[in-house]
């Protein structure tokens, strides 16, 4: 018979196998977003997935899909200062301002705009929030956002809107810093 530790040992592989399999395509989506070679995303996922199940042996994570994402925005951000080359925007041209002098400030940079990008999410109404971190950093469709929430497309969209609105605004001053 197994011991009582061998059995919350094993109780905790499953919990962890189920969040795994639970979070791997959202999190893919993800990464590939920010990092277009497919080996560095793989890297990447499994970097996170590496930490998660050491972090989750030691303690409880309670929201464990916030966790990881946050995990692989800290492995990405880590990629690219650890490429000499690495320049920001090679993440998403059109969202992420650009820095138009290479060198150890982009990190600097990408750091700055990533804290920005963090707090300025956190001001947005919850509804806002949501649908643009599902719409923007999870790859989920407005038609699958609607179909799930029971909210219609047009409000999905409209929320959105309101949202990068927001952004702009308060990533305005980071911006300017990064063209200069």
């Given at each position: 018979?197994?011991?009582?530790?061998?059995?919350?040992?094993?109780?905790?592989?499953?919990?962890?196998?189920?969040?795994?399999?639970?979070?791997?395509?959202?999190?893919?989506?993800?990464?590939?977003?920010?990092?277009?070679?497919?080996?560095?995303?793989?890297?990447?996922l499994q970097d996170?997935?590496?930490?998660?199940?050491?972090?989750?042996?030691?303690?409880?994570?309670?929201?464990?899909?916030?966790?990881?994402?946050?995990?692989?925005?800290?492995?990405?951000?880590?990629?690219?200062?650890?490429?000499?080359?690495?320049?920001?925007?090679?993440?998403?041209?059109?969202?992420?301002?650009?820095?138009?002098?290479?060198?150890?400030?982009?990190?600097?940079?990408?750091?700055?705009?990533?804290?920005?990008?963090?707090?300025?999410?956190?001001?947005?109404?919850?509804?806002?929030?949501?649908?643009?971190?599902?719409?923007?950093?999870?790859?989920?469709?407005?038609?699958?956002?609607?179909?799930?929430?029971?909210?219609?497309?047009?409000?999905?969209?409209?929320?959105?809107?309101?949202?990068?609105v927001h952004l702009?605004?308060?990533?305005?001053?980071?911006?300017?810093?990064?063209?200069?």
């Amino acid at each position: 018979m197994a011991s009582e530790s061998a059995l919350k040992q094993m109780a905790a592989d499953e919990d962890i196998t189920v969040a795994i399999e639970g979070q791997r395509n959202r999190l893919r989506n993800f990464i590939r977003k920010w990092v277009p070679d497919e080996g560095t995303v793989e890297d990447i996922l499994q970097d996170v997935f590496y930490e998660f199940v050491q972090a989750y042996r030691l303690t409880e994570i309670e929201q464990v899909g916030a966790w990881l994402f946050r995990v692989a925005k800290n492995r990405i951000t880590d990629f690219f200062r650890t490429r000499k080359s690495a320049r920001f925007e090679e993440l998403r041209p059109e969202d992420v301002p650009s820095s138009q002098a290479a060198g150890p400030e982009d990190a600097y940079l990408q750091s700055l705009f990533w804290q920005a990008l963090d707090t300025a999410l956190a001001e947005l109404p919850e509804e806002q929030r949501d649908v643009f971190i599902a719409h923007e950093f999870e790859g989920r469709s407005f038609k699958d956002l609607a179909a799930e929430t029971g909210v219609s497309v047009n409000t999905l969209i409209s929320r959105k809107h309101y949202a990068v609105v927001h952004l702009r605004e308060r990533l305005r001053e980071i911006y300017e810093e990064f063209i200069q």
